[in-house]
């Protein structure tokens, strides 16, 4: 790796941190975590799938891991997630064969399911996981109550959301919990995640923080938009994070290119430059901002929607700084 360019997280004032599986905490793919990261999130290892595949039988076999590097070489860490209708097993819905309703008993044992699920892993890692993304992705602001159809709002309505944050206040009363979704700098996404955020804190649900992915593209949304929701949350005094950002060279679902063009990175590094400004002069309201991966070697984009060619990160597949490196550390140094 380069030991001739800033480290990125001394260029910002908030805590930066990349997504990571095991492979980036190894050989050369490590030296670069450490040297420009000060955080990390579990990509895929704290996902329910992964540690308890089937009920009471929990394996964390990769998230010790991960927890272990974090701690040894002074990284924080932000645990993802406890409660999500993805990566979730089938048993969780389920009562044997049948799948669970909405009956009073059903809800309790979905309820008991996920208390249980969230003390295990919280408790599990109390002090060393600094911010639990508690619940992710379940609004929808295209249902008028603003609330995902998925099987934990089905069966229980708000009260997932209630029974996951306390459990994991009571687990760890020191983590940040923070309510975890995407296209939060949408207007109405926005809105309708504003109005649940301010609606549970108002009857004392412990959400301490809103996690705004990001995973924008390279034209859309506007800057201004992301700056808007920053100050709007800013507003309802609620810390906020940055928890899953990266930028698609490409504007839309279809596209894609057999080589990335040199001018197109080149965009990408304008588009980080002001992505980073917004940041910086929000930086009040805002603990961190955390890439959703490492380098382009390693991205969800490369097989999202389509398997294409999309390197989103600031760090080229050989690990070398892009123009989006110098997006964020140096922007006079673009062009
Ligand atoms: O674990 C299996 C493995 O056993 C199997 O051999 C392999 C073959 O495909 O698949 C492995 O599972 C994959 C898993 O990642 C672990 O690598 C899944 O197929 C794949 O779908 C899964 O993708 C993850 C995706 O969430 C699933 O929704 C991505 O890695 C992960 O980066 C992505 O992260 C999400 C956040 O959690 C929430 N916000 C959006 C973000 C991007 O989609």
Redesign the pocket.
Known sequence: IQTDIPPLKDTVPFTLGA?V?RAQTLGEHARLLTRHYGSITT??SL?WDATEPREGEFTFTEADHLVGYATEHGLKVRG??LA?H??TPDWVFKDGDRDLSASAADKALLLRRLEDHVRTLVTRYRGKIDSWDVV??VVDENRPDGMRRSPWFLITGHDFIRTAFRAARAADPGATLVLND?NTEFPRKRKAVYDLVKKLRAEGVPVDAVGH?L?VNIEQPPAAEIEKTIETFARLGVRQQVT?LDVSVYPDFVSSYDTVPAEVLLRQGYRYKEIFDVFRRQAAGLSSVTL?GLADDDT?LSS?PITRLNPPLPFDDELQAKPAYWGIADPARLA
């Open positions: 997504a599986e990509g895929n996902k993802h997630t999500w993805s990566q992710n992705e995407y992915q995973h899953e959703w969800w999202f």
